[in-house]
C-alpha cells in the first residue's frame, strides 16, 4: 500500500480551487492508497478529511523561502512519502523522490507586478524561471490544465511531451441564493472578475468600454475582485481619464457573483495570458455569454462558445463586446453553447486522470 503526500499549502489562495477539487474528488474515488495533506498552519481548521486513509498536517514552510528548501525537504524526507505530488511549481529542489508537479501556466515568467519591488521582483523573476527548468526536469510526471500549457512547458523547459499529461479543470456552478448588490439593481452592465495583475489587460478593457460608452451611454463597467494595490491604480486611472460608470465592487460573495453572472450583458475576459481560464467557464454555466481574448488557452478551453478578440486592439475589443450587446441572435447562440461547453469538463474527471497518473508512477 502506497503512501501519497499531497502539497495543498496552495489551498486557501487564488490558485486553490484546483487542489481543492483534487482532494475533494480523490477522497470519493481512491480506497487504495494512504494520503498525508500538507497544509500552512493557520489552513488546518479549514479542512478536514472525509476519508480516514487521508491525513492533515501542518507545513509551515513558505513558498520561495529557505524554510521551503531545508525544512520543508526535512519534513518530506521524515515523512518517507512513496509519491509527492506538488500542487504548484515552488518546491524543495533537493527533494530526489518520486514526484508529480502541477504546472498551471508560465505565466509569472513573462509578467512583471508592478505593486511589487521591481529589483526583489527581478530576482525573483530569474530564480523563478530557474525553479521550473528544475522542476520539469526532476519531476516523475507533470501535470497541465491544458493542452497550450503542456506546449509551453515543452518549450521553455525542453523536456519531453510524454512526461507532460493534460488534466483539464472545470467550473462548478454556485448554488447559494443570488444575492442582489444593490448598486447595479436595474442597470446595463459588463463585467470581469479576478485579479488586477499586467496581464490580466484591464487596462485595455476600461479603454474598450470608454469607445462603448460612445453608443451604449446607460451601460456600466463591473470589475469585481479584492480590493489591492493594482485595483487602486486601475480605480485612479479611470478617475484621471474621468471614465463614468467603471464600478469596483471590491470582495464580492458567492451570491453576489452568481448574481453578477445571471445578470450581465456579457462576461468579457481580456487576458494575455492564461493557464485554464476558469472564470469564463463559470460565467457560461450561468447563463452569462462570453467574450474573450483569443490568447494562450483561451480558445482551446472555450471552443467556439465565446465570441475572440484580439487583446492587444481596443477597437476590436470594443466592437466585439457591442457584437453581444446588440446582436440578440448571436448573444442567444453564445449562451446556449456556453452551457454546453461548460459541461464538458469536469472535476471528478480531473483527479480520476490525476489518480492514473499516480498509479502510473508507482508502478514504474
Not at 510526471?141 to 491544458?146: D, E, N, V, Y
Not at 483561451?298 to 486592439?313: M, Q, T
Request: hydrophobic fraction near 40%; glycine fraction near 6%.
Amino acid at each position: 500500500m502506497s503512501h501519497i503526500v499531497i502539497d495543498a499549502r496552495e489551498l486557501r489562495t487564488s490558485t486553490g480551487r484546483y487542489i481543492e477539487r483534487l482532494l475533494h474528488y480523490l477522497q470519493q474515488i481512491d480506497n487504495d492508497h494512504d494520503y498525508t495533506v500538507l497544509l500552512y498552519p493557520k489552513d488546518m481548521d479549514s479542512w478536514a478529511p472525509a476519508n480516514p486513509r487521508f491525513t492533515k498536517l501542518s507545513c509551515p514552510h513558505k513558498e520561495f523561502t529557505f524554510s521551503e528548501q531545508i525544512g520543508m525537504l526535512r519534513q518530506l524526507r521524515s515523512l518517507q512519502p512513496d509519491l509527492v505530488h506538488f500542487g504548484m511549481t515552488q518546491q524543495p529542489i533537493l527533494y530526489s523522490g518520486k514526484t508529480i508537479t502541477t504546472i498551471h501556466d508560465l505565466t509569472t515568467v513573462r509578467f512583471r507586478n508592478p505593486a511589487k519591488n521591481p529589483l526583489i521582483f527581478t530576482i525573483k523573476q530569474q530564480v523563478y524561471r530557474g525553479v521550473i527548468q528544475a522542476v520539469a526536469r526532476k519531476s516523475t510526471a507533470i501535470l497541465t490544465g491544458s493542452a497550450f500549457v503542456k506546449g509551453d512547458v515543452v518549450d521553455f523547459t525542453g523536456i519531453s511531451p510524454d512526461k507532460i499529461t493534460v488534466t483539464h479543470e472545470a467550473a462548478d456552478s454556485i448554488f447559494v441564493d443570488p444575492e442582489p448588490i444593490q448598486a447595479l439593481i436595474g442597470k446595463q452592465f459588463i463585467m470581469y472578475i479576478g485579479r488586477p495583475q499586467p496581464h490580466k489587460n484591464l487596462d485595455r478593457l476600461i479603454k474598450a468600454f470608454a469607445l462603448l460608452k460612445q453608443n451604449q451611454p446607460d451601460l456600466h463597467l463591473v470589475l469585481a475582485g479584492k480590493q489591492d494595490a493594482l485595483y487602486k491604480k486601475h480605480e485612479q486611472r479611470v478617475l484621471e481619464l474621468g471614465i463614468q460608470d467603471v464600478v469596483f465592487t471590491g470582495f464580492v460573495s458567492e451570491g453576489q457573483l452568481r448574481w453578477l453572472y445571471e445578470n450581465c450583458r456579457a462576461y468579457v475576459f481580456p487576458s494575455l495570458s492564461e493557464g485554464f481560464g476558469l472564470p469564463g467557464l463559470e460565467a457560461m454555466r450561468h447563463a452569462a455569454p462570453v467574450v474573450s481574448s483569443n490568447s494562450t488557452c483561451l480558445p482551446e478551453i472555450y471552443g467556439d462558445a465565446a465570441k475572440y478578440f484580439e487583446p492587444l486592439d481596443v477597437p476590436a475589443m470594443a466592437d466585439c463586446i457591442e457584437t453581444i450587446l446588440t446582436d440578440d441572435a448571436t448573444r442567444t447562440a453564445m449562451i446556449m453553447k456556453g452551457k454546453s461547453q461548460s459541461q464538458k469538463y469536469s472535476w471528478r474527471r480531473m483527479a480520476e486522470q490525476t489518480l492514473r497518473v499516480y498509479r502510473n508512477v508507482l508502478d514504474d
